[in-house]
């Protein structure tokens, strides 16, 4: 259904369904909507939805996939529904790669405009240092191009606080060279954690910018537990062996996809589900490496994620440097007697039990969350005041507002676990709800 989410757990009660192939009928859009005191909400496939969108058109970004890559320049130009994966297959044979997460069926516009971690994060800093420029069209339908120079303010906002602002159509790249990639995934079976952690702690202590190491311990339901590291080098495969080394000196692994790869094949080492489901997840970042001891039941998955090196220095972005070593992330999926308070209470205990800095990456929230919780107050005042000024009637939904409600508490609840009911899909190039 289109007005489901990502996580198919979220309802999202929206007025409307809008899918604009192109700038003017998103401009039709976005002034329908003003016109008749409409809310719009925009998502390309959902991710990050939180059903915050009450009396709102949901607008899809799908189908603004135009792509074009200046392997000269360096410069990549998309559409806002380009999902990560697309553009790593365009760059990747001129021997050039953009910021990646983990999945490559995630937008990059919904990566890039909330900061965004990636594979390369650790060497080129946040997915949103690599916005040259954005196309939107702002509160009033009115298509604008918006950059550093012509627009600081709203430039600031865009590379890192969501949808909040106006509807980016096209985002403008700074690609970086990639010639040579190495990595992949070992893994061992769960009895062999302390030695794994052990050893992933000695080599995130020495890594140089260019290594990304994310270490991740499950437990499926019928299948024995295990733990994996996840690893990207940019780099050769023989200074890769080397950094390695105390991997290599662990028992040996139950698998080891550890290969030369390509840019565009980065979705293959995590193997994530690329099709929506129920699931529920919470992330916090660490002043310090911890890994959980003991059973992870209920959940199924938690993985931690080395940080630091350009992420740790100056960003001229909402999220600024991360300062946080760490990032843990807890995922659970209800059922066999599991519920998602089960999940919650669990994902609680674990954080509570770990040194939180109590900030988590805006990419990373979860539906109970609010703005505050990724970012500082003075951030969170500069942010506010922007949309006051350049969305004063609320026009634009993002999922999670700059002018919500900061307390974990107060904001709103679990989602519903069923599904929302249905709603109509906005024709071309009549615009009707």
């Not at 809008?18 to 719009?40: C, M, N, Q, S, Y």
């Not at 690609?175 to 990595?183: N, T």
């Not at 669990?346 to 900030?359: F, K, T």
């Amino acid at each position: 259904m289109l007005t489901t989410g990502w996580n198919t757990a979220v309802e999202q009660e929206v007025v409307a369904v809008a899918e604009p192939a192109d700038v003017d009928e998103a401009v039709a859009v976005i002034r329908h909507a003003r016109e008749h005191g409409l809310g719009v909400a925009v998502q390309a496939g959902g991710h990050g939805a939180t059903g915050r969108t009450g009396g709102s058109v949901l607008l899809r970004t799908g189908k603004l996939t135009g792509l074009t890559v200046d392997p000269a320049a360096r410069r990549a130009r998309i559409g806002s529904g380009v999902t990560a994966g697309q553009l790593q297959a365009a760059v990747a044979p001129h021997g050039l790669t953009a910021p990646a997460g983990s999945s490559p069926v995630v937008s990059v516009a919904g990566l890039a405009l909330g900061g965004g971690l990636s594979w390369f994060g650790r060497k080129h800093g946040w997915a949103a240092d690599r916005i040259v420029a954005l196309e939107v069209v702002d509160a009033d339908g009115r298509p604008r191009r918006v950059d550093a120079d012509s627009d600081p303010e709203l430039f600031w906002a865009l590379r890192g606080a969501g949808g909040d602002f106006a509807l980016v159509t096209t985002l403008e790249l700074a690609l970086f060279p990639a010639p040579r990639l190495y990595g992949g995934r070992m893994w061992w079976p769960g009895e062999h954690t302390p030695e794994v952690a052990d050893a992933y702690r000695r080599l995130t202590a020495t890594a140089p910018d260019e290594l990304s190491a994310w270490l991740q311990l499950a437990q499926f339901p019928g299948v024995p537990p295990m733990v994996a590291v996840d690893l990207t080098y940019l780099g050769d495969q023989d200074d890769a062996r080397d950094l390695l080394a105390p991997l290599d000196r662990l028992p040996r692994p139950r698998s080891d996809t550890r290969r030369r790869m390509s840019p565009a094949d980065l979705g293959s080492i995590t193997a994530e589900p690329t099709n929506p489901g129920v699931r529920y997840s919470r992330a916090e970042l660490l002043t310090e490496l911890a890994v959980p001891a003991g059973p992870l039941a209920p959940l199924l998955s938690v993985q931690l994620r080395h940080l630091g090196g350009a992420l740790a220095r100056p960003s001229d972005s909402p999220h600024g440097a991360l300062t946080e070593p760490y990032l843990l992330s807890m995922l659970g999926v209800p059922g066999r007697g599991v519920t998602a308070r089960d999940i919650t209470a669990a994902q609680d205990r674990l954080a509570a039990a770990s040194p939180v800095s109590g900030r988590t990456p805006f990419t990373f929230l979860e539906p109970r969350q609010a703005a505050a919780d990724a970012f500082a107050p003075g951030v969170l005042a500069r942010l506010r005041d922007i949309k006051h000024r350049y969305d004063p009637g609320n026009l634009f939904r993002g999922s999670f507002p700059v002018d919500q409600c900061d307390s974990r508490e107060t904001v709103s609840p679990l989602p519903p676990t069923k599904k929302s009911r249905s709603a109509p899909v906005l024709a071309w190039p009549t615009v009707s709800t």
